[in-house]
């Protein structure tokens, strides 16, 4: 069973960047597709961006297409959330998760982190 736990969470300003990475400790790290989602106080847990097992592919919703990359490096068992330009709404608990293939439903995922802040501030 693969355990995930993420890092890099804080408080930045508006049009900052910043790095979050979720390690996951297990042997079948490499065989999962990744997601980031994130929830706001009193807003559903929305998805971010994932990435395919082989970092083939990665898939972005509209409201961070182009400020937001999603990675892997499976040799560190590693999935890290570059995000760049953020905003004031961008303030929320972001989470990562494993699930078997690429989706943007969080049902689809089995194995969560506890999450890390980011807050935004202008």
């Known amino acids: 069973q693969v355990q995930l736990v993420e890092s890099g969470g804080r408080l930045v300003q508006a049009g900052d960047s910043l790095r979050l990475s979720c390690a996951a400790s297990?042997?079948?790290?490499?065989?999962?597709?990744m997601g980031w989602f994130r929830q706001a106080p009193g807003k559903q847990r929305e998805f971010v961006a994932g990435?395919?097992?082989?970092?083939?592919?990665?898939f972005y919703p509209d409201s961070v297409k182009g400020r937001f990359t999603i990675s892997r490096d499976n040799a560190k068992s590693t999935v890290y959330l570059q995000m760049n330009r953020l905003k004031i709404e961008d303030t929320a608990v972001y989470y990562c998760?494993?699930?078997?293939?690429?989706?943007?439903?969080?049902?689809?995922?089995?194995?969560w982190g506890l999450g890390t802040q980011v807050t935004v501030s202008s």
């Open positions: 998760a494993a699930a078997p293939i690429l989706s943007a439903s969080a049902m689809d995922y089995a194995i």
């Open positions: 297990g042997r079948t790290f490499s065989v999962y597709a």
């Open positions: 990435i395919t097992w082989s970092a083939g592919g990665t």
